[in-house]
């Protein structure tokens, strides 16, 4: 079994990304820079906007960061939105989800400009990807495909199951992993699927991101299987000093000994998560897409 390293990985796609930004620098040219805006004070959303600043940082990019109170009217978030569409020094920026219940976010995201959107969640990068066409990917799914192939894991006519249908994970993850850079076929798995041990137990790789901790159990997984952990949900735990551990969609000591490949929780899908980002506004800044 062999334990698939995304912290490292992350790493050296950052030290490549330096070393573009340094050219540029060296060039003249303008540095990237990546907004975020922030609702309230969710702790994991903090957290993981705090890192994206931190990584920005290591990179050599610029970086902002816009806070609202959770009483922020939808309008003056829509406001600042437009503001970031028609700031010329930002090259891409992100809303932190989730946002306040009085917000819609389909609203919110339909509102970024999908030049600057560099999760690739608006529907535009959404058509574009699901056709082929140059686009930003969401993180996840993009940061996935590149463990999968800095990995060397062979793809080409493999089943692959995707358990988890969200917008942001479960449907991009099973179209990418269907297009002929991957060349996979594809099942999409969710919690009203019929037979799902056995469906789960057919896949060469199953990427879990079902959103339930420890769902994924040894019987559901074949021998030899690639396992893909895409959870990361907070559950209590008394010897931390956060005082709460992250645990992954996927049972790791029973799953683990079945695995050819297994990304751990933390330390696999989340540093790509957040790399992937740097990557879609390297793309943003150079005006490729």
């Known amino acids: 079994m062999i334990l698939i390293d995304g912290k490292k990985i992350a790493q050296e796609i950052k030290l490549e990304i330096a070393e ?20 309230g004070h969710d702790g994991g959303s903090e957290t993981y906007v705090a890192f994206k600043i931190k990584d920005c940082e290591e990179v050599g990019f610029k970086s902002s960061l816009h806070r609202f109170e959770d009483q922020v009217t939808e309008d003056e978030l829509l ?3 437009k503001q970031l569409n028609n700031d010329d020094d930002v090259d891409g920026f992100i809303v932190q989800l989730p946002l306040p219940k009085h917000i819609s976010e389909q609203k919110v995201i339909e509102a970024i400009d999908p030049q600057k959107d560099v999760d690739g969640f608006h529907p535009v ?20 495909v590149e463990l999968l192939t800095r990995y060397g894991i062979e793809t080409s006519g493999k089943n692959c199951v995707v358990l ?25 798995a969710h919690s009203r699927t019929k037979n799902l041990k056995e469906v789960c137990a057919s896949a060469d790789i199953l990427i879990a991101a079902i959103g339930s901790p420890e769902f994924v159990k040894g019987d559901m997984v074949k021998e030899g299987a690639v396992v ?23 049972c790791f000591d029973e799953v683990a000994p079945k695995c050819s490949y297994i990304t751990p929780v933390p330390g696999g899908v989340g540093p790509m998560t957040r790399v992937a980002l740097l990557k879609n506004t390297l793309l943003a800044a150079s005006k490729q897409i």
Not at 24 to 29: M, S
């Open 20 to 39: 573009k930004v340094r050219n540029i620098n060296a060039q003249g040219g303008k540095i990237p820079h990546l907004a975020a805006i922030l609702v």
């Open 79 to 81: 406001d600042r939105v």
């Open 125 to 144: 990068n959404v058509g574009r990807m699901v056709i082929g066409l140059p686009s930003f990917v969401s993180a996840t799914p993009d940061g996935i």
């Open 164 to 188: 988890g249908r969200s917008n942001i994970v479960g449907r991009p993850m099973s179209i990418l992993m269907s297009q002929k850079a991957m060349n996979t076929t594809v099942t999409v």
């Open 228 to 250: 893909i952990d895409v959870g990361t949900t907070r559950v209590p735990a008394t010897d931390t000093k956060s005082g709460f551990r992250l645990k992954g969609d996927v």
